[in-house]
Protein backbone atom coordinates (compact mmCIF):
# COMPACT_ATOMS: atom_id res chain seq x y z
CA UNK A 1 0.00 0.00 0.00
CA UNK A 2 1.55 3.69 -0.94
CA UNK A 3 0.03 6.81 0.73
CA UNK A 4 0.39 10.00 -0.42
CA UNK A 5 -0.44 12.94 2.37
CA UNK A 6 -0.84 16.30 1.27
CA UNK A 7 1.73 16.44 -1.33
CA UNK A 8 2.53 19.72 -2.45
CA UNK A 9 5.46 20.44 -5.09
CA UNK A 10 6.12 24.14 -6.70
CA UNK A 11 8.79 25.38 -9.43
CA UNK A 12 9.54 28.77 -9.14
CA UNK A 13 5.84 30.18 -8.70
CA UNK A 14 4.62 27.55 -10.79
CA UNK A 15 2.26 24.88 -8.76
CA UNK A 16 2.61 21.30 -10.19
CA UNK A 17 1.35 18.69 -7.04
CA UNK A 18 -1.13 20.82 -4.84
CA UNK A 19 -2.14 19.15 -1.86
CA UNK A 20 -2.31 15.88 -3.46
CA UNK A 21 -3.71 12.92 -0.76
CA UNK A 22 -4.72 9.69 -1.98
CA UNK A 23 -3.53 5.36 -1.48
CA UNK A 24 -2.79 3.10 -3.55
CA UNK A 25 -4.02 -0.30 -3.17
CA UNK A 26 -1.98 -3.56 -3.29
CA UNK A 27 -3.21 -5.65 -6.28
CA UNK A 28 -3.80 -2.87 -8.46
CA UNK A 29 -3.25 -1.09 -11.64
CA UNK A 30 -3.28 2.81 -11.03
CA UNK A 31 -3.39 4.64 -14.44
CA UNK A 32 -2.35 8.62 -14.56
CA UNK A 33 -3.42 9.91 -17.91
CA UNK A 34 -2.48 13.72 -18.32
CA UNK A 35 -1.22 15.86 -21.33
CA UNK A 36 2.74 16.37 -21.18
CA UNK A 37 4.16 18.78 -18.92
CA UNK A 38 1.12 18.12 -16.14
CA UNK A 39 3.03 16.58 -13.49
CA UNK A 40 3.33 12.72 -14.14
CA UNK A 41 7.18 12.79 -13.58
CA UNK A 42 6.99 15.20 -11.15
CA UNK A 43 4.78 12.99 -9.09
CA UNK A 44 6.51 9.68 -9.76
CA UNK A 45 9.80 11.44 -8.32
CA UNK A 46 8.60 12.63 -5.36
CA UNK A 47 7.34 9.57 -4.99
CA UNK A 48 10.52 7.64 -5.15
CA UNK A 49 12.19 10.60 -3.14
CA UNK A 50 13.79 12.01 -5.98
CA UNK A 51 12.28 15.13 -5.93
CA UNK A 52 11.62 16.90 -2.31
CA UNK A 53 7.77 17.79 -1.69
CA UNK A 54 7.48 21.34 -0.22
CA UNK A 55 4.75 19.69 1.78
CA UNK A 56 3.41 16.23 2.54
CA UNK A 57 4.43 12.94 3.20
CA UNK A 58 4.89 9.37 1.36
CA UNK A 59 4.19 6.33 3.48
CA UNK A 60 4.67 3.30 2.37
CA UNK A 61 3.46 -0.17 3.82
CA UNK A 62 1.21 2.09 6.08
CA UNK A 63 4.38 3.26 8.26
CA UNK A 64 7.78 3.75 6.28
CA UNK A 65 8.56 7.66 5.51
CA UNK A 66 11.60 9.52 4.14
CA UNK A 67 13.08 10.55 7.28
CA UNK A 68 16.25 9.02 6.96
CA UNK A 69 18.65 7.10 4.77
CA UNK A 70 18.01 3.64 6.11
CA UNK A 71 14.12 4.33 5.52
CA UNK A 72 14.59 5.32 1.83
CA UNK A 73 16.63 2.20 1.02
CA UNK A 74 14.28 0.05 3.19
CA UNK A 75 11.47 2.01 0.68
CA UNK A 76 13.47 1.50 -2.17
CA UNK A 77 13.76 -2.42 -1.80
CA UNK A 78 9.67 -2.40 -2.12
CA UNK A 79 9.15 -0.03 -4.29
CA UNK A 80 10.90 1.00 -7.85
CA UNK A 81 10.51 3.24 -10.44
CA UNK A 82 10.68 1.38 -13.97
CA UNK A 83 14.48 2.52 -14.95
CA UNK A 84 14.59 5.15 -18.16
CA UNK A 85 16.68 4.35 -21.40
CA UNK A 86 19.51 6.86 -20.90
CA UNK A 87 20.46 4.40 -17.77
CA UNK A 88 21.25 1.61 -20.09
CA UNK A 89 25.33 0.78 -20.44
CA UNK A 90 25.84 0.48 -23.91
CA UNK A 91 28.28 -2.09 -23.72
CA UNK A 92 26.66 -4.41 -21.16
CA UNK A 93 24.10 -7.44 -22.33
CA UNK A 94 20.53 -6.89 -22.05
CA UNK A 95 20.98 -10.18 -19.65
CA UNK A 96 23.57 -8.45 -17.71
CA UNK A 97 21.21 -5.82 -16.78
CA UNK A 98 19.10 -7.96 -15.76
CA UNK A 99 21.31 -9.91 -13.40
CA UNK A 100 21.91 -6.46 -11.63
CA UNK A 101 18.40 -5.95 -11.14
CA UNK A 102 17.46 -9.61 -9.60
CA UNK A 103 21.15 -9.10 -7.34
CA UNK A 104 20.34 -5.64 -6.11
CA UNK A 105 16.75 -6.55 -5.54
CA UNK A 106 17.82 -10.05 -3.80
CA UNK A 107 14.64 -11.20 -6.13
CA UNK A 108 14.33 -14.93 -7.23
CA UNK A 109 16.58 -15.70 -10.44
CA UNK A 110 14.33 -17.43 -12.22
CA UNK A 111 12.55 -14.27 -13.11
CA UNK A 112 15.46 -13.66 -15.72
CA UNK A 113 14.72 -16.59 -18.18
CA UNK A 114 11.00 -16.18 -17.08
CA UNK A 115 10.65 -12.66 -17.79
CA UNK A 116 13.02 -13.30 -21.08
CA UNK A 117 10.20 -15.93 -22.20
CA UNK A 118 7.35 -13.60 -21.62
CA UNK A 119 8.76 -10.80 -23.51
CA UNK A 120 10.44 -12.89 -26.68
CA UNK A 121 13.80 -11.19 -26.04
CA UNK A 122 15.76 -14.35 -26.31
CA UNK A 123 17.16 -13.80 -29.42
CA UNK A 124 18.52 -10.62 -28.27
CA UNK A 125 19.29 -10.37 -24.70
CA UNK A 126 23.04 -11.80 -24.78
CA UNK A 127 24.01 -9.02 -27.18
CA UNK A 128 25.24 -5.54 -25.86
CA UNK A 129 22.45 -2.75 -25.78
CA UNK A 130 24.24 -0.76 -27.87
CA UNK A 131 23.10 -2.89 -30.66
CA UNK A 132 19.14 -2.53 -29.73
CA UNK A 133 16.50 -0.34 -31.22
CA UNK A 134 14.16 1.81 -29.66
CA UNK A 135 11.58 -0.79 -28.80
CA UNK A 136 14.00 -3.63 -27.58
CA UNK A 137 15.75 -1.09 -25.26
CA UNK A 138 12.02 -0.31 -23.78
CA UNK A 139 11.31 -3.93 -23.71
CA UNK A 140 14.77 -4.24 -21.30
CA UNK A 141 14.10 -1.34 -19.08
CA UNK A 142 10.19 -3.10 -18.38
CA UNK A 143 11.97 -6.54 -18.06
CA UNK A 144 14.68 -4.83 -15.60
CA UNK A 145 11.82 -3.72 -13.70
CA UNK A 146 10.30 -6.88 -13.75
CA UNK A 147 12.99 -8.93 -12.60
CA UNK A 148 13.25 -6.43 -9.30
CA UNK A 149 10.16 -7.83 -8.59
CA UNK A 150 9.11 -4.91 -5.99
CA UNK A 151 5.70 -4.93 -4.44
CA UNK A 152 5.21 -1.41 -5.71
CA UNK A 153 5.88 -0.28 -9.53
CA UNK A 154 6.30 3.14 -11.38
CA UNK A 155 6.29 3.31 -14.67
CA UNK A 156 6.50 6.01 -16.51
CA UNK A 157 5.16 5.56 -20.30
CA UNK A 158 6.04 1.97 -20.16
CA UNK A 159 4.62 1.16 -23.89
CA UNK A 160 6.87 4.41 -25.25
CA UNK A 161 7.97 3.01 -29.07
CA UNK A 162 6.46 -0.33 -28.34
CA UNK A 163 4.89 -2.26 -31.52
CA UNK A 164 1.04 -3.53 -31.12
CA UNK A 165 2.56 -7.12 -30.12
CA UNK A 166 4.44 -5.93 -27.66
CA UNK A 167 1.91 -3.63 -26.10
CA UNK A 168 -0.18 -6.67 -25.78
CA UNK A 169 2.59 -8.82 -24.11
CA UNK A 170 3.36 -5.99 -21.41
CA UNK A 171 -0.21 -5.71 -21.06
CA UNK A 172 -0.32 -9.33 -19.68
CA UNK A 173 2.51 -9.45 -17.65
CA UNK A 174 0.91 -6.14 -15.88
CA UNK A 175 -2.22 -8.15 -15.18
CA UNK A 176 -0.12 -10.72 -13.90
CA UNK A 177 1.87 -8.50 -11.59
CA UNK A 178 -1.64 -7.45 -10.07
CA UNK A 179 -2.63 -10.79 -9.50
CA UNK A 180 -0.20 -11.30 -7.54
CA UNK A 181 -1.04 -8.50 -5.69
CA UNK A 182 1.38 -5.34 -6.32
CA UNK A 183 0.34 -2.25 -7.12
CA UNK A 184 1.47 -0.97 -10.43
CA UNK A 185 1.00 3.05 -11.08
CA UNK A 186 1.47 3.66 -14.60
CA UNK A 187 1.56 6.98 -16.20
CA UNK A 188 0.61 6.83 -19.92
CA UNK A 189 -0.92 8.06 -22.84
CA UNK A 190 -1.81 4.55 -24.68
CA UNK A 191 -5.55 5.49 -23.57
CA UNK A 192 -7.41 2.34 -25.28
CA UNK A 193 -4.46 0.26 -24.17
CA UNK A 194 -4.91 1.45 -20.39
CA UNK A 195 -8.11 1.15 -20.16
CA UNK A 196 -7.94 -2.20 -20.43
CA UNK A 197 -6.45 -3.44 -17.38
CA UNK A 198 -6.55 -0.46 -15.00
CA UNK A 199 -8.60 -0.86 -11.86
CA UNK A 200 -8.80 3.00 -11.60
CA UNK A 201 -7.32 6.32 -13.75
CA UNK A 202 -6.97 9.51 -12.50
CA UNK A 203 -6.69 12.20 -14.35
CA UNK A 204 -3.95 14.97 -13.84
CA UNK A 205 -5.11 18.41 -13.62
CA UNK A 206 -4.13 21.83 -12.02
CA UNK A 207 -2.05 20.00 -9.81
CA UNK A 208 -4.64 17.48 -8.85
CA UNK A 209 -5.58 13.71 -9.68
CA UNK A 210 -9.08 13.28 -10.35
CA UNK A 211 -10.64 9.63 -10.26
CA UNK A 212 -11.90 9.20 -13.99
CA UNK A 213 -15.10 7.76 -12.17
CA UNK A 214 -15.81 11.09 -10.09
CA UNK A 215 -15.57 13.14 -13.66
CA UNK A 216 -17.66 10.89 -15.55
CA UNK A 217 -20.40 9.39 -13.15
CA UNK A 218 -20.39 5.04 -14.63
CA UNK A 219 -17.39 5.09 -16.21
CA UNK A 220 -15.98 2.22 -14.63
CA UNK A 221 -19.72 0.36 -14.53
CA UNK A 222 -20.31 -2.57 -16.87
CA UNK A 223 -23.84 -0.86 -18.32
CA UNK A 224 -24.22 1.02 -21.36
CA UNK A 225 -24.18 5.04 -19.97
CA UNK A 226 -24.65 7.15 -23.02
CA UNK A 227 -25.80 7.33 -26.57
CA UNK A 228 -23.12 8.38 -29.16
CA UNK A 229 -24.16 10.69 -32.13
CA UNK A 230 -21.26 11.02 -34.50
CA UNK A 231 -20.87 13.80 -36.83
CA UNK A 232 -24.34 15.68 -35.87
CA UNK A 233 -24.56 19.34 -36.54
CA UNK A 234 -25.01 22.40 -34.53
CA UNK A 235 -29.32 22.74 -35.55
CA UNK A 236 -29.77 18.92 -34.54
CA UNK A 237 -28.21 19.11 -31.74
CA UNK A 238 -30.24 22.17 -30.33
CA UNK A 239 -33.52 20.41 -31.72
CA UNK A 240 -32.86 17.88 -29.76
CA UNK A 241 -31.63 20.17 -26.64
CA UNK A 242 -35.15 21.99 -27.30
CA UNK A 243 -36.78 18.95 -27.36
CA UNK A 244 -35.16 16.76 -24.21
CA UNK A 245 -34.17 20.26 -22.24
CA UNK A 246 -33.38 17.91 -19.01
CA UNK A 247 -30.66 15.60 -21.12
CA UNK A 248 -26.70 15.81 -20.22
CA UNK A 249 -25.06 16.09 -23.75
CA UNK A 250 -21.80 16.81 -23.55
CA UNK A 251 -19.98 18.02 -27.29
CA UNK A 252 -16.69 16.10 -28.42
CA UNK A 253 -14.14 17.22 -30.82
CA UNK A 254 -15.27 15.96 -34.75
CA UNK A 255 -19.06 16.83 -33.72
CA UNK A 256 -19.92 13.90 -31.61
CA UNK A 257 -22.42 14.61 -28.90
CA UNK A 258 -22.59 12.46 -25.89
CA UNK A 259 -26.16 11.82 -24.31
CA UNK A 260 -25.72 10.66 -20.91
CA UNK A 261 -28.52 8.07 -20.50
CA UNK A 262 -28.03 6.83 -16.69
CA UNK A 263 -30.67 8.80 -14.90
CA UNK A 264 -33.46 8.11 -17.90
CA UNK A 265 -36.21 5.71 -17.40
CA UNK A 266 -36.97 3.09 -20.60
CA UNK A 267 -40.04 5.28 -21.91
CA UNK A 268 -37.55 8.82 -21.92
CA UNK A 269 -34.50 6.07 -23.97
CA UNK A 270 -37.75 5.00 -26.15
CA UNK A 271 -39.47 8.48 -26.66
CA UNK A 272 -35.30 10.33 -27.23
CA UNK A 273 -34.75 6.91 -30.16
CA UNK A 274 -38.22 7.95 -32.56
CA UNK A 275 -37.21 11.32 -32.38
CA UNK A 276 -33.97 10.67 -33.27
CA UNK A 277 -34.93 8.64 -36.02
CA UNK A 278 -38.12 10.52 -36.80
CA UNK A 279 -35.76 13.34 -37.43
CA UNK A 280 -33.19 11.44 -39.59
CA UNK A 281 -30.90 11.18 -37.21
CA UNK A 282 -30.15 7.47 -37.23
CA UNK A 283 -26.21 6.99 -36.96
CA UNK A 284 -25.97 6.94 -33.33
CA UNK A 285 -24.93 4.29 -30.74
CA UNK A 286 -25.52 2.65 -26.95
CA UNK A 287 -22.30 2.47 -25.36
CA UNK A 288 -20.30 4.13 -22.76
CA UNK A 289 -17.48 7.25 -22.05
CA UNK A 290 -14.44 6.09 -23.49
CA UNK A 291 -11.23 7.04 -21.75
CA UNK A 292 -10.38 8.71 -24.81
CA UNK A 293 -13.63 10.88 -24.51
CA UNK A 294 -12.90 11.69 -21.26
CA UNK A 295 -9.36 12.86 -22.37
CA UNK A 296 -11.20 15.05 -24.89
CA UNK A 297 -13.72 16.36 -22.06
CA UNK A 298 -10.90 17.05 -19.87
CA UNK A 299 -8.47 18.90 -21.89
CA UNK A 300 -10.24 20.29 -25.30
N1 LIG B 1 13.32 21.12 -12.14
C1 LIG B 1 12.34 21.88 -12.62
N2 LIG B 1 12.43 23.21 -12.57
C2 LIG B 1 11.42 23.99 -13.03
N3 LIG B 1 10.28 23.51 -13.56
C3 LIG B 1 10.13 22.19 -13.62
C4 LIG B 1 11.14 21.29 -13.16
N4 LIG B 1 10.70 20.03 -13.35
C5 LIG B 1 9.48 20.12 -13.92
N5 LIG B 1 9.14 21.42 -14.07
C6 LIG B 1 7.86 21.91 -14.64
O1 LIG B 1 6.81 21.23 -13.98
C7 LIG B 1 5.79 20.90 -14.89
C8 LIG B 1 5.53 19.40 -14.83
O2 LIG B 1 6.66 18.70 -15.34
P1 LIG B 1 6.70 17.12 -15.42
O3 LIG B 1 8.01 16.73 -16.02
O4 LIG B 1 6.36 16.54 -14.11
O5 LIG B 1 5.52 16.83 -16.44
P2 LIG B 1 5.01 15.47 -17.11
O6 LIG B 1 3.56 15.43 -16.88
O7 LIG B 1 5.80 14.32 -16.63
O8 LIG B 1 5.31 15.74 -18.63
P3 LIG B 1 5.76 14.75 -19.82
O9 LIG B 1 4.57 13.90 -20.14
O10 LIG B 1 6.08 15.71 -20.92
O11 LIG B 1 6.94 13.97 -19.36
C9 LIG B 1 6.25 21.40 -16.26
O12 LIG B 1 5.64 22.65 -16.49
C10 LIG B 1 7.73 21.56 -16.12
O13 LIG B 1 8.22 22.61 -16.92
Keep these: ?128 TGTYSLGMRQRLCFAMQIVSDTKIMLMDEVMNGLDPTHVEMISQILVEKKREGKTVIIASHLLENLEQYADKIYFFKNGKLHLADDLAPGFSAETVTTIRLPKVTAEETAKIAAKFPELAMQKLPNDTILIDIQQQTDEQITALVSFLVASHISDFHFGKVSLHDLYSMEYQ
Excluded: C
Design 1 to 128: MLELKQIGMQFQEKRVLDDISITFESGQIIGLVAPNGTGKSTLMNVIMNYLSPKQGQVIVGGALKYTSKPNEVKIHQVMSMMPDQNELYNHVSGKNHMKIYQTMWNSRPELIEDTITKLGMASYVKKK
